[in-house]
Nanobody
Framework: QVQLVESGGGLVQAGGSLRLSCAAS????????MGWFRQAPGKEREFVAG????????YYANSVKGRFTISRDNAKNTVYLQMNSLKPEDTAVYYC?????????????????WGQGTQVTVSS
């Protein structure tokens, strides 16, 4: 089993920044691929960013490219999502997810473990 705990969400004005963290514990051998997803009210959960174990393979959703950066510190079993130039449409619950890999993919069904989510609200 893998436990994922997100932190760092909050309320921010448009144009501001937030940094989300996700700490993993348990069988971290199942966390070779880590991803961030988000779900806004009334919408489906969508892929935001994903990274391989080494960070050598990273993918972003087109909507966040150039504004968000995913990174990981394997020594701390933690993955981060730096969010800059936030927009009101970025408002959602953000979830951290883990997959044994090896491919970095964007499908919700590809990830075995999920955190509880952290709310990000961007005001206009």
């Amino acid at each position: 089993q893998v436990q994922l705990v997100e932190s760092g969400g909050g309320l921010v004005q448009a144009g501001g920044s937030l940094r989300l963290s996700c700490a993993a514990s348990g069988h971290t051998s199942s966390t070779h691929v880590m991803g961030w997803f988000r779900q806004a009210p009334g919408k489906e959960r969508e892929f935001v960013a994903g990274t391989s174990w080494t960070g050598g393979i990273i993918y972003y959703a087109n909507s966040v490219k150039g504004r968000f950066t995913i990174s990981r510190d394997n020594a701390k079993n933690t993955v981060y999502l730096q969010m800059n130039s936030l927009k009101p449409e970025d408002t959602a619950v953000y979830y951290c997810a883990a997959s044994p890999g090896p491919k970095v993919v964007g499908g919700v069904q590809e990830y075995n473990y999920w955190g509880q989510g952290t709310q990000v609200t961007v005001s206009s």
